[in-house]
């Protein structure tokens, strides 16, 4: 497969854990932020994502928490599990009716038995 | 069948040649967009298209080139490729109204 974001930080959990992969946004403007996971050699998809009139959205074991006030974003895995391997992207969308999201470089978790 | 659709998905190809990248998508958007992935880098914006007669560059549109032959189709070329072109290549769509963006498999180009 494609070996994506050598460089990239990476978070390293156990089976069953809860994992939190952060992210900081650049513009105070963004209106809408997005979480994608891209396994390797395969192209990113989409976990969840949230307006920027929300603090927290779940989804189903996924819950994406949104500060304005300092311009960050998280992910957060409920009971992390070997399939959740892959580096996580999060993208703003930093220009309003535009609609072009502006992607971040990327966190790598690898899940450990 | 994949959504969006990509070929090649790997190309070897040599210092000065002519390169396409084709992309389809059976979603029905608009909207297409090109971006070239780097390790250790986001995804970064090439050219898009929010419709057949509309073509805008992205961040990183030198040496590129694209043509939007219709709704459904986007190709990118490369018409001198270099070897910093060597990079993967992502397609992707999104509906009118939202940024939410829909991927390609990829495809791989190296540029020798």
């Known amino acids: 497969g494609e070996s994506v974001g050598l460089h990239l930080p990476t978070l390293s959990v156990q089976e069953g854990d809860n994992s939190i992969i952060n992210c900081a946004y650049s513009n105070s403007a963004s209106d809408y932020f997005i979480w994608y996971k891209q396994e390797s050699g395969k192209g990113p998809q989409f976990i969840i994502d949230i307006r920027s009139n929300m603090d927290k959205r779940q989804g189903q074991r996924v819950t994406v928490l949104l500060n304005k006030t300092v311009k960050h974003l998280s992910l957060q895995i409920a009971a992390t599990q070997p399939g959740d391997s892959a580096v996580y992207f999060c993208?703003?969308?930093?220009?309003?009716?535009?609609?072009?999201?502006?992607f971040g470089a990327g966190t790598r978790l690898a899940v450990h038995p | 069948d994949a959504d969006v659709t990509q070929t090649p998905r790997n190309r070897i190809t040599k210092t000065g040649k002519r390169i396409m990248l084709e992309c389809s998508q059976t979603k029905g958007h608009d909207r297409m967009y090109w971006y070239r992935q780097d390790p250790g880098l986001g995804l970064r914006l090439i050219y898009y298209?929010?419709?057949?007669?509309?073509?805008n560059k992205g961040e990183i549109s030198d040496g590129y080139s694209v043509s939007r032959q219709a709704q459904a189709k986007f190709s990118l070329s490369l018409e001198s490729a270099i070897p910093n072109q060597t990079a993967l290549y992502f397609c992707?769509?999104?509906?009118?109204?939202?940024?939410?963006?829909?991927f390609g498999e990829g495809s791989r180009l190296t540029v020798l």
């Open positions: 298209s929010f419709d057949v007669k509309d073509i």
């Open positions: 993208a703003e969308n930093a220009f309003g009716g535009y609609n072009k999201l502006i």
């Open positions: 992707a769509t999104s509906d009118f109204g939202t940024p939410k963006l829909f």
